[in-house]
Every structure is written in structure tokens, then in C-alpha cells.
């Protein structure tokens, strides 16, 4: 039985997660046709967060977003994810995405999980990762993957 919360509360937690996601106090009442995609984007993460979910499913969120702005909502992500012990279960076609975003990652075969495999790079994750030795060669061995889970 979910306990009635008071409109003050439901306030509060609106205000937190779209502090969460980096919206400003300004930004708060602002309409759909205002936001830029990267803030509508947001929006729904924030959405998504007021029912303070243990986990947190995201199906190619960032697909139509160019370069830089996946790279910052990639970023906040993380954060996100820090601060609130939040599990995301992030589903891409963008391997550096995944890389980027996983502790594992699971390579899907005709529907089924083919291989999983542990990302065992430094956390937190920085914005220099991604042009390091380590990451092309994480970069390789998920490339590798694909390709072996494709033929299958």
C-alpha cells in the first residue's frame, strides 16, 4: 500500500531530480517547444528519477543527439548514477557509449545474451578515457565480440 504524499513532498522531489540533471531554477516552468533536445532529454531522465526506481532502463536514449551533447549526457548519467546508487540498464549501438557508460556489458546473439564482458577501466570515468590505449583496445575486443555474435 503506497503511503498518499503530500504536495509538498511530490514539490520537493520534482525540484531535486531536475536539479539532478541540471536544469535551473528558470528552467523549471518552461514549455516542450522551449527545450533544446539535450534539455528535453533531461527532462525525461528527471522524469524518470521522481519515482526514485532502483533501476533505471534506457533503450538508445541519446541515438538522435549529435557528438558533443551524448558525450555531456553520458557524463551526467554517470553522475546521476553516483549520487543516487541507481542500477541503469543501458541498451546502444554505440560501442564507445557502452564502453564508456558500463562496468559489463552483454553482446546479444539471435536475442539472447552471447558474451558478457567486465570493463575494467578506472572510475570515475573522465573524458580523457576515451583516447586512452586501454579503451581502443576494450574498443577491439567488444568490436571482436559483435562481429563473432553476428555469425553466430
Same mark, same amino acid.
Given at each position: 500500500?503506497?503511503?498518499?504524499?503530500?504536495?509538498?513532498? %511530490?514539490?520537493?522531489?520534482?525540484?531535486?531530480?531536475?536539479?539532478?540533471?541540471?536544469?535551473?531554477?528558470?528552467?523549471?516552468?518552461?514549455?516542450?517547444?522551449?527545450? &533544446?533536445?539535450?534539455?528535453?532529454?533531461?527532462?525525461? %531522465?528527471?522524469?524518470?528519477?521522481?519515482?526514485?526506481?532502483?533501476?533505471?532502463?534506457?533503450?538508445?536514449?541519446?541515438?538522435?543527439?549529435?557528438?558533443?551533447?551524448? &558525450?555531456?549526457?553520458?557524463?551526467?548519467?554517470?553522475?546521476?548514477?553516483?549520487? /543516487?546508487?541507481?542500477?541503469?540498464?543501458?541498451? /546502444?549501438?554505440?560501442?564507445?557509449?557502452?564502453?564508456?557508460?558500463?562496468?559489463? %556489458?552483454?553482446?546479444?546473439?539471435?536475442?539472447?545474451?552471447?558474451?558478457? %564482458?567486465?570493463?575494467?577501466?578506472?572510475?570515475?570515468?573522465? /573524458?580523457?578515457?576515451? &583516447?586512452?590505449?586501454?579503451?581502443?583496445?576494450?574498443?577491439?575486443?567488444? &568490436?571482436?565480440?559483435?562481429?563473432?555474435?553476428?555469425?553466430?
Amino acid at each position: 500500500v503506497r503511503k498518499k504524499q503530500s504536495s509538498t513532498d %511530490i514539490e520537493s522531489r520534482i525540484q531535486n531530480a531536475l536539479d539532478l540533471v541540471g536544469f535551473k531554477p528558470n528552467d523549471w516552468n518552461k514549455k516542450p517547444h522551449q527545450l &533544446s533536445g539535450g534539455m528535453k532529454m533531461r527532462a525525461s %531522465i528527471a522524469r524518470a528519477l521522481i519515482t526514485n526506481p532502483d533501476i533505471l532502463l534506457l533503450d538508445e536514449p541519446f541515438a538522435a543527439l549529435d557528438d558533443m551533447l551524448r &558525450s555531456k549526457l553520458n557524463d551526467l548519467l554517470l553522475k546521476i548514477v553516483d549520487q /543516487t546508487q541507481t542500477t541503469m540498464l543501458f541498451v /546502444t549501438h554505440n560501442i564507445s557509449e557502452a564502453i564508456y557508460l558500463s562496468h559489463s %556489458i552483454a553482446v546479444f546473439s539471435q536475442g539472447r545474451i552471447g558474451e558478457v %564482458i567486465d570493463v575494467d577501466l578506472p572510475v570515475p570515468r573522465t /573524458t580523457s578515457l576515451r &583516447s586512452s590505449p586501454e579503451f581502443a583496445a576494450m574498443y577491439g575486443r567488444v &568490436s571482436q565480440s559483435l562481429a563473432r555474435n553476428a555469425a553466430q
